[in-house]
């Protein structure tokens, strides 16, 4: 792209205070800002901002109880059946687990990417080596090299590589880690014009763990993926300390029911905890949101007294490799957030705004479900399988994350 069509192509989408910025630049920055301009769709932010101007109204969706299996309550029998037709997929090297690790760890007070973030254990151990042991356990277990693939954000991908490289990969085959950068859109401001960040080029934000799947294919995840015979994909966040990734029992009951997702759930702790739950949304699997559904649709119980809307959705997610390649070929829904965003305007003046005044576009996850037929839901328990690190101090910290972890090892 030569200046002429930078301006061309600016001047069509109405975006001429980028060309400003970009006439303000030094030679790096301006090619940067180049590079920014060519690969981002303007038609695409133009349709987002249009989204900015209708409320989403979830009045006419019929909202279910979703069918789910306790863990804890599976006869022997079908433990052993679950258990067999999983183990079987992950002996033959068809199964891989996928992290997100786009995040830095800010909230935390570190610096750096959050799987980076020692939460305490007497060894000092980083969020990724604890996620090592476990795949380095389950790959002895199963006498197979389990392939993990990392997605980081462009903000923390050397950062992340350099991590491992300088702790030899913490002993685990460096060619079965592959790292893949998270996607990006262009934040915008209350009259749809895209900012300007304090380095001069555009500022952007991620798009969300939902680009996710679009993410494998365009970084050739999903390529690999066929070409190694992998056929699942579990996919979980960076920051739960106590993630199972590695699980023949979900994996089992999805090839049981002949389903391409699963995903786990805990019961939630109280009916007004602040979670979003798993339920069918128009006879299809999804997760409603706690500011979606009514009080007495968060209170319900069933004949046995339990939540009817009591599965939480604890983002950890299994995936065909197959059903992984359909929704990065659609475009998932994305989620407005209304954000306080400073921004360089025309004049090269700092603007730090005191109220919101920016949009952020990002697709979550569980809008995939909807696109499937079907899925399998299990019930864990929270004790064994999530302990996430969130915040600093009080719920989801360091601290919670770390007396769960000790006291499901000293168990």
């Not at 180049?34 to 038609?43: C, K, L």
């Not at 699997?285 to 009514?294: K, N």
């Not at 004790?383 to 719920?395: M, S």
Request: charged content about 30%.
């Amino acid at each position: 792209m030569n200046i002429d069509e930078l301006e061309e192509k600016l001047k069509s989408a109405d975006q001429m205070q980028i060309l400003s910025a970009y006439n303000r630049a030094d030679d790096d920055t301006k090619k940067e800002l180049m590079n920014q301009v060519e690969r981002i769709d303007f038609s695409q932010v133009a349709d987002l901002y249009e989204t900015t101007k209708h409320e989403v109204n979830f009045n006419n969706d019929v909202i279910e109880a979703i069918p789910y299996i306790d863990k804890d309550k599976l006869s022997e029998e079908e433990y052993s059946k679950y258990l067999k037709l999983g183990e079987d997929e992950i002996k033959a090297g068809r199964y891989s687990v996928v992290t997100m690790a786009g995040g830095q760890g800010t909230r935390l007070g570190h610096t750096g990417p959050k799987g980076t973030f020692d939460i305490g254990l007497d060894s000092h151990k980083s969020i990724f080596e604890i996620l090592i042991d476990s795949l380095k356990a389950d790959s002895e277990k199963y006498g197979v090299t389990i392939q993990w693939y990392i997605m980081t954000s462009k903000e923390n991908n050397a950062d992340t590589v350099a991590f491992f490289e300088k702790n030899n990969y913490f002993g685990y085959d460096k060619n079965a880690i592959m790292f893949f950068e998270q996607g990006k859109l262009p934040m915008v401001d209350e009259a749809g014009k895209i900012l300007i960040n304090e380095k001069g080029i555009i500022k952007e934000a991620s798009d969300g763990h939902g680009g996710i799947f679009e993410s494998m294919k365009k970084n050739g995840v999903t390529d690999d993926m066929n070409k190694k015979g992998i056929k699942w994909a579990f996919v979980g966040p960076v920051d739960n300390v106590l993630v199972k990734m590695v699980d023949p029992i979900l994996l089992g009951i999805m090839i049981d029911q002949n389903v391409p997702a699963g995903g786990k759930s805990t019961v939630k702790a109280n009916p007004a905890e602040k979670v979003g739950v798993f339920c069918k949304r128009n006879g299809k699997p999804g997760v409603v949101e706690y500011t979606e559904i009514s009080k007495e649709m968060a209170e319900r119980v069933d004949e046995n007294g339990e939540l009817v809307f009591g599965e939480s959705h604890i983002n950890c997610n299994m995936f065909s490799v197959k059903a992984i390649e359909e929704v990065a070929n659609k475009k998932l829904p994305y989620h407005i957030a209304h954000k306080k965003a400073s921004y360089i305007d025309e004049n090269g003046n700092l603007v730090v705004p005191e109220k919101p005044n920016a949009y952020k576009f990002e697709s979550f996850i569980f809008d995939a479900f909807d696109m499937l037929d079907d899925m399998a839901i299990l019930r864990v328990k929270r004790e064994e399988e999530f302990a996430p690190v969130k915040n600093a101090e009080g719920t989801d910290s360091p601290e919670t994350a770390r007396k769960l972890y000790e006291d499901y090892f000293k168990k």
